[in-house]
């Protein structure tokens, strides 16, 4: 089956850094993608591994290690508006992007 | 604007009602999704569509009849709703990137629905 697991919830202050982790059990593994969703709002696209290593974007970077079936997502220097759901999800086979997602992850950035 | 829109932004129907949900990307994709997310749930994904074609239906049941008249218009068609059946319905696009993947999946900000 299909298994993908994240923290509920998480909180960080202002100026921080936090580590996203999630891990996934699937029947096949195409590429893994992390979003942030704000309350009320569309998910949108922060990064995409499909190899194992770091891939740093800004203040954003993910990890894969396929053989563990791990990825976590580093926020770096916080900020108040990094308040958000942050989906975890895999895409189990190439040519469409059918996503599996976890449940998410709700992160609190108090001042 | 996130290049996938969708309306109504809000619903509230009762359980006989028929309704729609109609999403628009603007974004020149080829594949267009409904997924639906419940609280405290993963999103799940309910139909794919990719150039017109439904290459996926995920065990929805029949009273959630998707249609995809072209490539940018995807319709959510909704009669004899239950209670449970009150979420949030996402719909989202895809196309290719450069190394003939699939890019990102791009999200509407859904249709919150509330069936009494």
């Known amino acids: 089956g299909q298994n993908i697991d994240q923290p509920t919830e998480m909180t960080a202050t202002e100026g921080a850094i936090v580590q996203i982790n999630c891990t996934y059990q699937?029947?096949?593994?195409?590429?893994l993608f992390w979003y942030q969703q704000h309350a009320g709002e569309a998910p949108t696209f922060l990064s995409y591994?499909?190899?194992?290593g770091l891939e740093e974007k800004g203040r954003f970077s993910s990890f894969l290690s396929r053989s563990k079936g791990y990825s976590y997502l580093l926020l770096k220097e916080l900020q108040m508006k990094d308040s958000a759901s942050y989906l975890c999800?895999?895409?189990?086979?190439?040519?469409?992007?059918?996503?599996?997602f976890g449940k998410g992850t709700m992160l609190l950035v108090s001042p | 604007e996130t290049g996938v829109t969708q309306t109504p932004r809000h619903l509230v129907m009762g359980m006989t009602n028929k309704k729609s949900l109609k999403c628009e990307q603007h974004?020149?994709?080829?594949?267009m999704y409904w997924y639906k997310q419940s609280a405290k749930k993963p999103l799940e994904l309910m139909f794919v569509?990719?150039?017109?074609?439904?290459?996926e239906n995920n065990s929805v049941p029949s009273r959630f009849s998707p249609e995809c008249p072209n490539s940018s218009h995807l319709f959510l068609h909704l009669h004899t709703l239950q209670p449970e059946d009150s979420a949030l319905y996402l719909c989202?696009?895809?196309?290719?990137?450069?190394?003939?993947?699939?890019?990102?999946?791009?999200f509407g900000n859904g249709t919150r629905l509330t069936v009494t």
């Open positions: 974004l020149g994709h080829n594949a």
């Open positions: 999800a895999v895409r189990e086979r190439s040519g469409y992007s059918t996503l599996t």
């Open positions: 569509y990719n150039f017109k074609e439904q290459t």
């Open positions: 989202a696009s895809s196309g290719r990137d450069s190394q003939n993947y699939n890019s990102p999946l791009h």
């Open positions: 591994n499909v190899l194992d």
């Open positions: 699937t029947s096949g593994f195409n590429g």
